[in-house]
């Protein structure tokens, strides 16, 4: 449901933003701060996405996080966990196929990038 849009609707968001289909079980989201909807998962070509809507937006946009990643990580194997900070800030994380710790991030301070992180090897392991 978007947020003020009267009551509950069912929205096919893979056919209206021309997105790709995703992996089963692997879906989070979460309301922002700024009232947008935030829907990412693992597409069915092994890529982290994101399914997006802001009141500004005409309607919901794909994009894939993957594609827009800095940073050499693997990529998300199975479930994504996904959160929103204080500061406005999104957090994915998972496991990758070989069970490091993943999380990709980005900051709404304006840089509009998603920044990739290997967990398990910044710790050592």
């Known amino acids: 449901m978007v947020p003020a849009s009267g009551g509950w609707h069912w929205d096919?968001?893979?056919t209206e933003s021309d997105g790709e289909p995703i992996n089963p079980g692997t879906l989070a989201?979460?309301?922002?701060?700024?009232?947008?909807?935030?829907v990412v998962?693992?597409?069915?070509?092994d890529e982290t996405v994101s399914y997006w809507w802001t009141p500004r937006s005409s309607g919901w946009v794909f994009e894939s996080i993957t594609?827009?990643?800095l940073?050499?990580?693997p990529p998300i194997a199975g479930p994504l966990a996904l959160t929103v900070a204080p500061d406005g800030s999104q957090h994915v994380a998972g496991?990758?196929?070989a069970g490091d710790v993943?999380?990709?991030?980005w900051r709404a301070n304006g840089q509009d990038l998603w920044r990739g992180e290997n967990l398990t090897a910044l710790a050592g392991g």
């Open 12 to 14: 096919d968001l893979t």
């Open 29 to 38: 989201a979460v309301v922002t701060p700024w009232n947008a909807i935030e």
């Open 41 to 45: 998962a693992t597409s069915v070509d």
């Open 67 to 69: 594609a827009q990643q």
């Open 71 to 73: 940073g050499e990580t």
């Open 95 to 97: 496991v990758s196929a």
């Open 102 to 105: 993943i999380h990709i991030y």
